[in-house]
């Protein structure tokens, strides 16, 4: 029995117990929002893998990159899969290099834990250990990876070696006698980060806890990742865990992993390509432009955002309008039952009729957002 929880350790790794991956699609098989993303840069972003946030600190990095969910990066001869069963990976490859980075500029890869996934981790007493796998397609030279603890707005970056073969990477992070206990809801308490660049005023000393320096997630010895076209990053495996040691990745089956990455995003669309689908039915509840649809089976973190892209509503005689607009219904929303208005740009619906979405092509859906 550890005192790191109701599990016991093997020489094959975890031997039972409940989850103890506090990261979500770690094998990065699940992609909601699509399996490519050119050009992405600038601003905050879920590009590919769902839970995976591209993050550039300043807004003013030249940097510029297609994120892909990739397979061909793992063949059936590669560490990840022969350890470990991984057939995906998370890729950013460099599309626009930087060449100098500035004092106040990072690159980060990162997923946020909400406190009621994270809280019985004690930050004063428990060490975590963060393990995972990474390559480089030409770039070599020192990376950092972080913890950062919102609550405490505190730092801790460890350091490892990137290569142009996969390999495991181990890093246990010790823990903060002075750190601030993470709160039991559901906000941002504790995040994971990949550092790709990392200017001169956000960099500590690593393997400690920096305090009160807010987020800063790179050492002085962080390469420049994105100073070359040529250079692509591979991260998959991903796995975050309470106490000293790094156990074997831990697989969900895709049902229960889409299941866990719903409570943060999820895409309502057709799902037989091809064809014009129908798939969610509204009423009209507000003359010939308004309908009003319900989604209840969702549990999302909390009252999520929505937004409509190229969709069509068409009503059972045969009336339709094009969606532009959508919008919450003020008091009759929560995090698991979502109510919404949709409003049309042109044609019209019929008053008193019900009607369904429609999409007639996969670039069509209906999005609900509730990240941290």
């Not at 609550?151 to 823990?175: C, D, M, Q």
């Not at 037989?272 to 989604?295: H, K, M, P």
Request: net charge negative; hydrophobic share 30%.
């Amino acid at each position: 029995m550890s005192r790191y929880g109701d599990i016991k350790y093997g020489t094959t790794g975890f031997e039972g117990g409940g989850k103890k991956n506090l990261l979500i699609n770690g094998d990065m098989q699940i992609a909601q929002r699509g399996t490519s993303t050119t050009g992405v840069g600038g601003t905050d972003t879920y590009p590919t893998c769902d839970r995976w946030l591209y993050s550039p600190q300043s807004g003013t990095e030249q940097a510029r990159f297609t994120v892909t969910q990739d397979t061909a990066s793992i063949g059936a001869s590669d560490l990840p899969f022969t350890e470990a069963g991984i057939k995906t990976a998370l890729k950013l490859d460099v599309t626009t290099a930087e060449s100098g980075v500035a004092a106040a500029e990072a690159v980060t890869v990162n997923q946020r834990i909400e406190g009621n996934n994270c809280s019985h981790i004690n930050v004063n007493s428990d060490p975590i250990t963060l393990s995972f796998y990474a390559k480089s397609d030409a770039k070599t030279g020192t990376m950092c990876a972080a913890l950062y603890a919102s609550s405490g707005n505190l730092t801790h970056v460890k350091e490892y070696s990137i290569t142009t073969s996969w390999a495991r990477y181990v890093l246990t992070f010790a823990p903060d006698s002075d750190g601030t206990v993470f709160a039991n809801d559901n906000s941002n308490e504790l995040q994971v980060s990949f550092t790709l660049l990392s200017g001169t005023n956000l960099h500590i000393t690593a393997d400690a806890w920096a305090g009160s320096t807010g987020f800063k997630p790179g050492t002085s010895n962080q390469i420049n990742f994105a100073d070359n076209t040529n250079n692509n990053f591979y991260l998959t495996g991903v796995q975050l865990e309470k106490g000293p040691t790094a156990t074997a990745f831990e697989h969900e089956s895709q049902e229960s992993n889409l299941e866990r990455c719903h409570r943060y995003y999820r895409r309502l669309q057709k799902t037989d390509a091809g064809t014009t689908a129908g798939f969610l039915t509204a009423g009209n509840i507000g003359g010939s432009t308004v309908f009003e649809a319900s989604e209840t089976t969702m549990n999302m973190r909390t009252t999520p955002s929505i937004s409509a892209t190229d969709l069509v509503a068409n009503d059972y005689s045969a009336t339709s309008g094009v969606v532009d607009g959508v919008t919450l219904n003020s008091g009759r929303t929560n995090g698991i039952g979502v109510s919404y208005k949709l409003t049309f740009a042109s044609g019209s619906m019929t008053s008193g009729k019900a009607g369904k979405l429609i999409s007639n092509a996969d670039a069509e859906f209906l999005d609900f957002s509730a990240e941290l």
